[in-house]
């Protein structure tokens, strides 16, 4: 039975100054994907070693860091039927080289760190992960006349 989700999204620096961030939202919008949360966040160190604390033993930790930091990222909540497991589809393999064509990853990008794209990698983390770049106040629960059209009946 597909479960009603919310995942957090961050379209990194390299979106932004790429001019890539409309592009990547229309495809999310494409998909069915309903925005229920969007900010600018300037992410600060603290918040990135929480958010990338599976990673802090990799000799890239502190590059990466510095990478997320160029520039403010826009986050993003997504809402959707397996919206967790359905955007990282979208979103394409770590490695954009490795991703398949047609993701977002394997065709607008090129190497690591800049991917583009963050996208939570499980039901537990997405949980994790819109709590600690969203508050309740930020998250918008709404109707789209497309709803019925895009989830079927029974939503
Ligand atoms: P993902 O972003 O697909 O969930 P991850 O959580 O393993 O992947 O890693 C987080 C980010 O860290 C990833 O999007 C890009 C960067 N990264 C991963 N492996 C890297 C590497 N070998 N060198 C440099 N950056 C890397
Ligand atoms: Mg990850």
């Known amino acids: 039975m597909a479960e009603k989700q919310q995942t957090l999204v961050l ?3 390299d ?4 001019d890539l961030l409309g592009e990547i939202i ?3 919008e494409m998909k069915g994907l309903k925005i229920v949360g969007l900010k600018f966040i300037r992410l ?3 918040m990135l070693d929480e958010h990338y604390s599976h990673l802090t033993a990799k000799p890239f ?5 510095q990478f997320m930091m160029q520039t403010p990222v826009v986050g993003m909540v997504l809402e959707g039927f397996d919206a967790v497991s359905e955007i990282r589809k979208v979103v394409g393999s770590t490695n954009p080289r490795e991703a398949d064509a047609g993701t977002i990853r394997a ?7 800049s991917n583009l794209i963050h996208a939570s990698d499980s039901p537990e983390s997405a949980v994790t992960e819109v709590k ?9 629960d709404y109707e789209k006349i497309t709803d019925r059209f ?3 009946e029974g939503i």
Request: net charge positive; charged share 30%.
């Open 11 to 13: 379209l990194k620096p």
């Open 15 to 18: 979106a932004l100054q790429r």
């Open 26 to 28: 229309r495809r999310f």
């Open 107 to 113: 065709d607008f990008s090129m190497n690591v760190p």
């Open 44 to 46: 600060t160190d603290e």
């Open 150 to 152: 895009i989830f079927g």
């Open 61 to 65: 930790f502190a590059s990466l860091k």
């Open 132 to 140: 600690r770049f969203f508050s309740d106040a930020e998250l918008f």
